[in-house]
Each structure stands twice: as C-alpha cells, then as structure tokens.
C-alpha cells in the first residue's frame, strides 16, 4: 500500500474521531439531563467508535507495510485482526446497551425524554450519515476492508439515532407509553449486534482460508478463453490476506512449446489479470502439457492429434 493511501487512512480516521468525539459528550450529556435511555446507549455507541478508531490508526501502521523476510506475503492479516476488533467491541457495546435496557425496563421511575433529546438524535443521524459516505468512497479508493468497516460502523450509530428520535417523539405526544424509551435502546442494540456480525464473518471466513471470491474463477476462465495461447486453466484457489486476493492456479499450454514461450504466455496472462482483477495483487501459475490425459471429460481431442473412435 502506498504513502498516500496510508495517509489518506490516517486522514479519514481523526476527521472521524473527531466527531465521535463531539457525538458521544452531546448525546450522552443531554441524555443524562434529559433521562433518555436511548440517547445515552447511543452516546456509549458513539464513544465505542473511538476504541475502533484507535485500532485503525495502530494497525494501518502494520497491515500497509510491504512484505519482508518474516511476512513475504505481506501483513495484510493484521487488517484482518483489527477487523476482528471491531467486531468484537461492536458486539460488546451492543450486548452492555441491551442489558441496561431490559434491567431499566423493570425500573419503576420513567422518564419523558423532551425535544432536546430529539434535536441531539437528529444531528448525530446527519453527522453520521455524512461521515459514512465519504468513509466509504475513501475506502474504495484505496481498497481497504477496515476503513470500509469503520464506515459502516459511522452507518450503524447513524441508525442506531434513527429509533432514538422516533422514540422521544412517540414518548412526547404518548407520554403514558414510557417503556418507548427502552424498546429504542433494544432497537439500537440489535442494529449494533448485525453490524458486528456483518464485519466478524468475512475475517473469520478469510482466518480460515476460505475461498476469497466466488465470481474469480469465472472472470479467469473468461479471460484464459479469450488467449489462443491458453488451452486451459484449472485448479483455481484464491484467498483473502487484508484487503488483497492471492491467487495460485494450474495453466496449460501446448506441450511442444518452449519453456521460454510459455513463460512468455504466462507473464502476459498474470499482468492481464492483475490490471482486471483489482483486488488480486499476487498469482502463482504452474505450467502444465495440454494432453489427452488432462482432459478427463474428454479424453480424445484434436489438439493432441491422436483420436480414438468413440
């Protein structure tokens, strides 16, 4: 990863601590003044997103550093451990908020959460929409899972705020319906629960080796097609490490070619492939004979020029 990305993430994740910051003293002080449950899980939601801030600006400092003797495939898994991260806090917060909640709900004194409360639910919903969006388009810039991530964790406390303004809304014209306060805490917890799940899965999938992307195989079957030079491709693996795919697959070619020659086909291939596929940044390829005997669907060809009758 470039000096410029690594900035760029440096950049993108203050401008966002930053604003946590601000949200999480606003909500959670006019939570506090206002009783509103909701608001002050949504506070702590808010707060959490600077401990995954903090992750991302220690850890971009390693998963961007090029690859060395003891990481020659680079330190892309350490984008991948602060995914996990995130995930884990994220989960944390969300099942702190939704215990509070349900033990608040058995309280006897409520409160009635006022327009102030509504107006901090508003702003943070702007706020963090916004932040979301250029989070986004930054993190596809540069391709980086984490700082994707960090942006749908701006979208989920965006959402989280969503049920905490319907909430004190509801609660201002049905103040007798004083349990609203708490089921909008609930609410927050399950949206902030789904966003962990959805940033845990793919690291612990890509942790396991798990195929990296289904749709490469078709795209490296399409190309390899479109070369006269490639009789087949077979034997596609693929893996994540950060937010790169590396590739390793078998290439045949005519077994009366030079070594030179096929060299020759396959670093044609592997650059073709590399500007293509945006995500892949390293391919392994073994050269293989094309013969008979390596198409076991039909073991008579008329490449081989020794057909038998069927």
């Known amino acids: 990863m470039s000096k410029t990305a690594v900035k760029l993430i440096q950049k993108v994740t203050w401008v966002g601590s930053i604003a946590n910051i601000a949200l999480a003293f606003i909500k959670i002080t006019i939570g506090k003044l206002t009783g509103s449950q909701a608001l002050i899980a949504d506070g702590v939601h808010s707060f959490s997103d600077l401990v995954t801030d903090t992750a991302i600006l220690i850890g971009s400092r390693y998963w961007t550093a090029p690859a060395d003797k003891e990481h020659p495939y680079g330190h892309g898994r350490f984008e991948t451990l602060t995914n996990i991260f995130i995930g884990f806090i994220l989960a944390i917060v969300g099942i702190g908020i939704g215990w509070d909640s349900l033990h608040s709900i058995n309280s006897k004194s409520h409160s ?17 929409e916004v ?5 986004v388009i930054q993190a596809k810039k540069i391709n980086s899972r984490a700082l994707y991530a960090n942006a749908w964790h701006h979208r989920s406390d965006a959402l989280s705020s969503l049920p905490v303004a319907i909430a004190v809304i509801a609660n201002y014209f049905f103040p007798t319906f004083h349990y609203l306060d708490q089921i909008a805490a609930l609410i927050v ?18 942790l396991t080796e798990a195929n990296a992307d289904s749709d490469i195989e078709k795209q490296i079957q399409a190309y390899a097609a479109e070369d006269k030079d490639i009789k ?4 596609i693996r693929s893996r994540r490490t950060g937010s790169i795919i590396l590739l390793d697959f078998h290439l045949l070619v005519d077994p009366e070619m030079t070594v030179d020659r096929a060299h020759n086909i396959t670093e044609k291939f592997t650059t073709h492939l590399l500007n293509e596929l945006d995500e892949v940044a390293d391919i ?13 669907l039909n073991p008579c060809c008329d490449d081989c020029g020794d057909k038998k009758e069927l």
């Open 232 to 235: 087949e491709v077979h034997e």
């Open 112 to 128: 009635e959460p006022g327009m102030l409360a509504f107006s901090a639910a508003v702003v943070s919903i702007v706020v963090k």
């Open 189 to 206: 917890t399950a949206m902030i629960l789904k966003a962990s799940f959805e940033i845990l899965w793919p690291a612990i999938l890509e």
């Open 284 to 296: 392994i390829i073994h050269i293989e004979p094309y013969n008979c005997q390596e198409r076991m």
């Open 131 to 135: 932040l979301y969006r250029w989070t």
